[in-house]
């Protein structure tokens, strides 16, 4: 075999961080040895991995090809490798999550899975939709549970479970005693609500068709907490997942307000790069998310 896996190593950090010295620390190399192991392999095959722009180094069309590949092939070499140790499901798996999964309920998932696979190791990421369906793409995570809805030509889509967004106030909020909501009262209210680019907010601007150019954006703020508190503070009213606000509304810190005109339901959704190899420990992690935690 002309190559050896520790140079797919090296050409998959580097793939990853645009940058051979940060791909090195990664895999405890010095600058020197990873720069040498993928020149040499770009050299044992006559072609070019990466276009070199100053310091970046930037996937050439053909490293954009081979990535995937490689991907699969280092994750089938590793799960080998703990077939013939006979360790259970250990590995790595990085997942990603949108806000209100991963503060809400991918720490329960992973405590769950963990209770079954003990000697497994999952690192969780929290970022909005965009974000975590662009680090699946780039093979930066294994996988994502995301609320947005998404059309990627690398990704494969599985439904997941259905939720719904639901519009609140502080209690002594004018319309806190409100029976229901008119859409001419939506648009006297200052919205506090999540940045575009998040699933949440797909859901909000979905929902108030027809009247979104017309309400008053007040704040976007990043994280459900922050908005929580902007709300109670009485600097307007929000918009999130009822998974959000449960706990506010059993403690009257936050009121639910009834708009019966606007459609809040939404779906949630499990990604995963079309070309990646499903390890024992992500068919399992899938297995836990489609059992166990769909609704």
């Known amino acids: 075999m002309r190559y050896s896996l520790r140079q ?8 990853r961080y645009e940058n051979v010295t940060r791909a090195a620390e990664t895999l405890a190399m010095s600058q020197s040895a990873a720069s040498g192991s993928l020149k040499e392999l770009e050299r044992q095959f006559d072609m070019k991995l990466f276009d070199r722009l100053g310091k970046r180094l930037q996937l050439s069309e053909l490293g954009q090809q081979l990535r995937p590949q490689a991907e699969s092939l280092l994750e089938q070499a590793r799960s080998l490798e703990q077939a013939l140790t006979g360790e259970d499901v250990v590995g790595r798996l990085e997942i990603g999550a949108t806000l209100t999964i991963g503060n809400y309920i991918a720490v329960n998932m992973i405590a769950d899975f963990r209770q079954k696979n003990a000697r497994s190791d999952i690192i969780l990421r929290v970022a909005n939709t965009e974000t975590i369906a662009k680090q699946v793409a780039g093979f ?11 059309q990627h030509p690398d990704l494969d889509i599985v439904h997941w479970r259905r939720d719904e967004l639901v519009v609140f106030a502080a209690p002594n909020h004018p319309l806190s005693t409100s029976t229901a909501l008119s859409d001419q009262d939506l648009l006297t209210l200052p919205w506090i609500v999540r940045e575009p680019g998040s699933g949440t907010r797909q859901a909000f601007d979905r929902a108030m068709q027809g009247i979104l150019t017309d309400l008053h954006i007040g704040m976007e703020l990043q994280h459900t907490e922050g908005i929580k508190r902007a709300v109670e503070a009485g600097l307007g009213v929000g918009c999130l997942s009822q998974i959000c606000v449960a706990e506010a509304f059993k403690r009257g810190s936050l009121v639910p307000l009834k708009v019966p005109g606007r459609d809040f339901r939404r779906e949630w959704y499990l990604i995963t790069h079309r070309d990646k190899f499903h390890s024992a420990a992500l068919k399992r992690w899938l297995t836990l998310c489609l059992e166990r935690w769909s609704v």
């Open 140 to 150: 930066e995570l294994d996988m994502g549970l995301i609320e947005g809805e998404l």
């Open 8 to 15: 797919l190593e090296v050409f998959l950090a580097t793939a």
